[in-house]
């Protein structure tokens, strides 16, 4: 593939490959509106797509759990599809607290197409202890959380939803239905934040 054109001249990007592709959700924590065609599609190469991600959430109901969430994780053989997000470092800090349950990795050698060089790519990948079950506290899939993944990934092709599909490994999960929050509210407050 040939090298991306038309983001010369910046060099901090994030790998959106969850919620990430969502230009909305972005415009939401970073408190600026970003266009869907300034997030332009790119393959991350030697990483594979899971739901293994723990985080604890409250549905609107009040139940309170660990949210299922999207993550990738190393694995030489696999390919996932995306988004690339030009941030400033301090729309890095935001996305990192909003993603408080991953690190901030670099995967630039591992994007296509190539960006220019010098250019710094960094994907969320879920901490290692929060990715199992947790006793005494259930799991389920937020629907609303799917529901918003699948909307944004479907809004760039019919192709780039299968392609999605294809490079997400099957998982058996129980979903909620309903509206949720971060049990955490600094985290809450990063992916919400207040209006005014």
Known sequence: MAPFTGLSGHELFIFGYGSLVSSASVSRTLRREIQQQHMPLALLHGFARDWEIRVPIVFDDGHACNGQFLDIS??????????????????????????????????????????????KVLAFQGRHEFRRDTPQVASYRPYSYRSLVE??????????????HAMTKPATVNEYQGGYRFADPAQELAARPLAG
């Open 74 to 119: 190393p694995q030489p053989d696999a390919t996932v599809n995306g988004v690339l997000i030009p941030v400033t470092e301090g729309e890095l800090e935001m996305l990192s607290r909003r993603e408080a349950q991953y690190d901030a990795v670099e995967v630039g050698a591992r994007i296509q197409p190539a960006l220019a060089p010098g250019a």
């Open 151 to 164: 909307t944004a990934v479907l809004s760039r092709g019919e192709d780039f939803l299968a392609q999605f």
